[in-house]
C-alpha cells in the first residue's frame, strides 16, 4: 500500500493537501469497485469446509450451504458428492459453503443457523436423521431460506422446497431383482433370508425396504422361502450391523441362506459374519458401488451393489438450488441427467404423482442401476465412478476380472 504524508506549512496547503487526499481515496475506491476477472477466480478453500465466491451466478442472491450428514456411514459424501457440487457451483460463479457434521445432529443444527446468519439462501441438506432435519427444515423456511433435501428425506415436518434422490423403492426392487434368482439357484429346499435394512431414523431405510420387501414377502407367502430377521441397522452403523447379523446367526444356529442388505457397508458386514459361520455362497446385496462393495463383488463376497450416479444426482440437485436461488420454479430445472419430476408427501415419505398439493413436496427422481460381476466394465468404470486402480488392489487384483482389464 502507497503511504502518504505532508507537514503543513500553513492553513491553505492543509486544506489543499486534505482535498487531494480525499480526491485519491475515492478514486482507490472506484477502481476496487471495478475489478477485472482476474479476482474472481471461484477458487474455493479445503479442509471440511469449502467457500468459493463468484459473480454472483445470475439474478438470484446469497450463498447456497450444503450441509452433509458424516463421513463414516459412506465414504461418497466426502469422497464423491463434496466435488461434485465444488465443481457445479465453481462453475455457475455462486458463493457456496460446504460443511460435514459427523454425525452430530446438534452440530448440524449449528451449522444450519451459521449459514443463516450468514446469509444463505438455500440450504442443500443431508440429514443426519428426520426429526432433526425437519426442524432444520423448518428453522431455515422461517427465515426465508429455500431448502433442497438431499438424498435422504425428512418426514414430519413441512416438508423442503424440493427433494432431489433416486427412486428408492426402485433402489430396493433393484436388489431383489438380481438376488431372488441367484437364491433360488440356491441347492437348498426352502431358502432361508435375511432382510438387514438401513437406520430408522432415515426415511429411506423404509423406502428401500420396501422395494426387496416385496418380492420377500410374496415368496415367504407363497412358501417358497423363510424369513429368519427383518432388523433395522440404527445410524447404518458397520459395526452395529456386523455385530446384529452376528447374533441372527446365533439364534438360527448359522441356518441362513441370503442377506438382503440394504448398502455396501451394511453388506460387507453381513459377509464378514456369513464368512466367521463358515457359510460360503450366500447371496448378498448392497448399494452406492463403493469400491469395497466393487472388491466383495469381484471376491465373491457380495453378489451386487445398486450404482447411484451420484454425479446425476449431484448435477440435478446443484440444478435445482440454482434455481430456488434465482427465484425460478424448480418445474423449469432441466439437466441432462435423466429424471421423473413426482413428488413426495411430508408427513409420511411416500411418492406421490403430481409435485403439486398441499404437504407434497417436489422430487426430482433418478434412475438407480444394478451392478454385478457382468456389467461392472460397462456401468461404473466407464462412467469413471470407479477406477480398475482403485478396485483392484490387495487379493481383488488376482481375480479374472482385474488380470484381464488392469
Same mark, same amino acid.
Given at each position: 500500500?502507497?503511504?502518504?504524508?505532508?507537514?503543513?506549512?500553513?492553513?491553505?496547503?492543509?486544506?489543499?493537501?486534505?482535498?487531494?487526499?480525499?480526491?485519491?481515496?475515492?478514486?482507490?475506491?472506484?477502481?476496487?469497485?471495478?475489478?477485472?476477472?482476474?479476482?474472481?477466480?471461484?477458487?474455493?478453500?479445503?479442509?471440511?469446509?469449502?467457500?468459493?465466491?463468484?459473480?454472483?451466478?445470475?439474478?438470484?442472491?446469497?450463498?447456497?450451504?450444503?450441509?452433509?450428514?458424516?463421513?463414516?456411514?459412506?465414504?461418497?459424501?466426502?469422497?464423491?458428492?463434496?466435488?461434485?457440487?465444488?465443481?457445479?457451483?465453481?462453475?455457475?460463479?455462486?458463493?457456496?459453503?460446504?460443511?460435514?457434521?459427523?454425525?452430530?445432529?446438534?452440530?448440524?443444527?449449528?451449522?444450519?443457523?451459521?449459514?443463516?446468519?450468514?446469509?444463505?439462501?438455500?440450504?442443500?441438506? +443431508?440429514?443426519?436423521?428426520?426429526?432433526?432435519?425437519?426442524?432444520?427444515?423448518?428453522?431455515?423456511?422461517?427465515?426465508? +431460506?429455500?431448502?433442497?433435501?438431499?438424498?435422504?428425506?425428512?418426514?414430519?415436518?413441512?416438508?423442503?422446497?424440493?427433494?432431489?434422490?433416486?427412486?428408492?423403492?426402485? +433402489?430396493?426392487?433393484?436388489?431383489?431383482?438380481?438376488?431372488?434368482?441367484?437364491?433360488?439357484?440356491?441347492?437348498?429346499?426352502?431358502?432361508?433370508?435375511?432382510?438387514?435394512?438401513?437406520?430408522?431414523?432415515?426415511?429411506?431405510?423404509?423406502?428401500?425396504?420396501?422395494?426387496?420387501?416385496?418380492?420377500?414377502?410374496?415368496?415367504?407367502?407363497?412358501?417358497?422361502?423363510?424369513?429368519?430377521?427383518?432388523?433395522? +441397522?440404527?445410524?447404518?452403523?458397520?459395526?452395529?450391523?456386523?455385530?446384529?447379523?452376528?447374533?441372527?446367526?446365533?439364534?438360527?444356529?448359522?441356518?441362513?441362506?441370503?442377506?438382503?442388505?440394504?448398502?455396501?457397508?451394511?453388506?460387507?458386514?453381513?459377509?464378514n459374519a456369513l464368512e466367521a459361520a463358515g457359510i460360503e455362497g450366500a447371496p448378498v446385496s448392497g448399494q452406492d458401488a463403493?469400491?469395497?462393495?466393487?472388491?466383495?463383488?469381484?471376491?465373491?463376497?457380495?453378489?451386487?451393489?445398486?450404482?447411484?450416479?451420484?454425479?446425476?444426482?449431484?448435477?440435478?440437485?446443484?440444478?435445482?438450488?440454482?434455481?430456488l436461488r434465482d427465484g425460478e420454479d424448480v418445474s423449469s430445472v432441466e439437466s441432462d441427467f435423466e429424471f421423473e419430476l413426482i413428488g413426495i408427501t411430508a408427513e409420511d415419505g411416500q411418492p406421490a404423482d403430481s409435485p403439486e398439493g398441499d404437504?407434497?413436496?417436489?422430487?426430482?427422481?433418478?434412475?438407480?442401476?444394478?451392478?454385478?460381476?457382468?456389467?461392472?466394465?460397462?456401468?461404473?468404470?466407464?462412467?469413471?465412478?470407479?477406477?480398475?486402480?482403485?478396485?483392484?488392489?490387495?487379493?481383488?487384483?488376482?481375480?479374472?476380472?482385474?488380470?484381464?482389464?488392469?
Amino acid at each position: 500500500m502507497r503511504r502518504f504524508s505532508y507537514k503543513a506549512t500553513d492553513s491553505t496547503t492543509k486544506r489543499l493537501l486534505l482535498l487531494l487526499l480525499v480526491l485519491v481515496s475515492a478514486l482507490a475506491l472506484v477502481g476496487a469497485g471495478c475489478g477485472g476477472d482476474d479476482d474472481d477466480d471461484g477458487g474455493g478453500g479445503g479442509g471440511d469446509e469449502t467457500a468459493a465466491e463468484g459473480d454472483g451466478g445470475g439474478g438470484g442472491e446469497g450463498s447456497i450451504w450444503v450441509l452433509l450428514p458424516d463421513s463414516a456411514s459412506s465414504p461418497r459424501w466426502e469422497a464423491d458428492d463434496r466435488r461434485y457440487f465444488e465443481q457445479h457451483f465453481e462453475e455457475a460463479g455462486v458463493e457456496y459453503n460446504i460443511v460435514n457434521a459427523e454425525n452430530d445432529a446438534a452440530q448440524q443444527q449449528a451449522q444450519a443457523e451459521q449459514a443463516i446468519a450468514d446469509g444463505a439462501s438455500v440450504i442443500l441438506l +443431508v440429514s443426519i436423521d428426520t426429526g432433526s432435519g425437519a426442524t432444520i427444515i423448518d428453522i431455515a423456511k422461517d427465515a426465508g +431460506v429455500k431448502v433442497v433435501e438431499y438424498d435422504r428425506f425428512n418426514t414430519g415436518g413441512s416438508g423442503g422446497d424440493a427433494y432431489v434422490s433416486f427412486d428408492n423403492v426402485a +433402489v430396493g426392487a433393484a436388489m431383489a431383482e438380481v438376488l431372488e434368482p441367484a437364491i433360488d439357484a440356491l441347492d437348498v429346499d426352502t431358502p432361508r433370508v435375511v432382510m438387514l435394512n438401513g437406520g430408522e431414523e432415515d426415511n429411506n431405510s423404509f423406502l428401500f425396504r420396501q422395494g426387496y420387501a416385496e418380492t420377500v414377502e410374496a415368496r415367504v407367502e407363497a412358501g417358497d422361502w423363510e424369513l429368519v430377521a427383518d432388523q433395522h +441397522v440404527p445410524g447404518w452403523d458397520n459395526q452395529q450391523a456386523q455385530t446384529i447379523m452376528e447374533q441372527i446367526l446365533t439364534d438360527a444356529n448359522n441356518d441362513v441362506d441370503a442377506v438382503f442388505a440394504a448398502n455396501d457397508g451394511l453388506g460387507n458386514s453381513a459377509a464378514n459374519a456369513l464368512e466367521a459361520a463358515g457359510i460360503e455362497g450366500a447371496p448378498v446385496s448392497g448399494q452406492d458401488a463403493t469400491e469395497a462393495g466393487i472388491q466383495n463383488i469381484l471376491l465373491g463376497r457380495q453378489t451386487m451393489t445398486v450404482y447411484k450416479p451420484i454425479e446425476a444426482e449431484a448435477a440435478v440437485a446443484a440444478a435445482v438450488a440454482l434455481a430456488l436461488r434465482d427465484g425460478e420454479d424448480v418445474s423449469s430445472v432441466e439437466s441432462d441427467f435423466e429424471f421423473e419430476l413426482i413428488g413426495i408427501t411430508a408427513e409420511d415419505g411416500q411418492p406421490a404423482d403430481s409435485p403439486e398439493g398441499d404437504g407434497v413436496v417436489p422430487y426430482f427422481a433418478l434412475v438407480p442401476i444394478a451392478v454385478t460381476a457382468d456389467n461392472i466394465q460397462e456401468t461404473v468404470i466407464e462412467d469413471g465412478f470407479r477406477t480398475i486402480e482403485e478396485v483392484c488392489t490387495g487379493d481383488t487384483a488376482q481375480t479374472d476380472f482385474c488380470q484381464e482389464n488392469s
